[in-house]
């Protein structure tokens, strides 16, 4: 389809006797006919409009037109081009992180960077988009989570080299935002010369009639957002004494530009928490969506669930559930202690480096490990036990992989971990969404 056809035609087609020019819906809210249907339009899980500010039939369709026009995966409309710039950064950055953007750019952007955002501990640095490739990669700082510029400068008119931007900002794994507003997608798609987000002022060029104020987002769907600058977005961790609400929110929210997501609670104390966030935590366990990974850490124990009635109820829930439950949580080297113990109990003796592999191979399943070290004793017979013996009789199961995954994110190594939490939720044997430590 050529562009001037999308011009036309992109985001309505038309069904049988309905009209043929894209009509003006005004209503601010929309009938359906049960709640249930608007729970599922709450919770993510199913397509549609409920009220006009989240999204609206003929924005809708307006937003479909523009991201198909730039060759993206799908576009926001906001009120104003300044908004669409607000947004597109607020979404990446917050209070600490750092913008690299080209001085060349509209004045208003100019202030909301440099003088607005500032005020909400976001700096920006301001560079010559024409200097050289190394000089511009020197001016990434640590934080820095963008870089910006505009395709065609207002009102300086300079043309963007968006290829070099581009690689200014993949070669640190952040995004770089174009302002397409002086160009449109008519004359540029910088999707093409490898742009991750474009926005516009489409009270510009897009309207040229002077009839309306508005902006828009749109995303290329090209960038990793799972690279690990953005951990946020796909791994979200609370402590332990988080509002249940709270968790419960980023539970059912989807992944952002990935499959699945994962939450994780430290040291979930259920002895602490009263009937009522008791009933909440449980209402949760039922209605976690199949994209969300749940990860809670149990509390290295000093209360025995044994003797604690909440901790009963919690596990039989659990159990209910269906849900992957290991045994309390311990150290490493309590574990890898725990491992040449049972060892010796068995007459053979393991050193503390296999003992090592072997948690790593496991987990931290008490009774999975008792296993594993009791059909590792009997393969050797007693004494030394081998590195070649471990690696011939040790089962190799899920659990390492969660382990593993709980390792990386403690370490604050999100790249390794969303790789891990992609093989453990590839496994045909065993898709729980729930693993408690």
Known sequence: ????????????????????????????TYKYESTAQVAKLFDLTADGHMYSRISNPTVAAVEEKIAALEGGVGALCTTSGQAATLIAVLNILSAGDHILCSSTIYGGTINLLAVTLKRFGIETSFVDADADEETLKAQIQPNTKAVFAETIANPAIAVLDIEKMARVAHSHNIPLIVDNTFATPILCRPFEFGADIVIHSTTK????????????????????????NFPEFNFQEFPHD????????????MPFMA????VTVSDLNVEAMNT??????????DTI?????LILYLPTLEIDPKKSAKWRTFLKKLDTRGFSLPSLRLKDNELEKYVCREAEKANCLLSRKLAE??????GNDLNALTNEVTKLCAFAGGGEIT???VEKTVTKNMETTVFLLSNALVRGDYSKAYALLDLLMASAKNRTRFWPF
Request: aromatic share 8%.
């Open 242 to 253: 988080a509002p249940v609400d709270s968790i419960a929110d980023a539970v059912v929210a």
């Open 289 to 293: 969506p199949e994209t969300t990974v």
């Open 205 to 228: 060029y897009m309207d040229g009639h002077a009839t309306q104020v508005g902006g828009v987002i749109v995303d290329s769907g090209k960038f990793d957002w799972t690279n690990g």
């Open 387 to 389: 590195a070649e013996q």
């Open 1 to 28: 389809m050529k562009i001037e056809t999308q011009c036309l035609h992109e985001g309505y087609t038309p069904q049988n006797g309905q009209p043929l020019t894209l009509p003006i819906y005004q209503s601010t």
């Open 259 to 262: 499959e699945r997501k994962c």
């Open 357 to 362: 592999r072997i948690v790593q191979y496991v």
């Open 276 to 285: 009522a966030e008791l009933d909440k935590l449980y209402e949760l366990l």
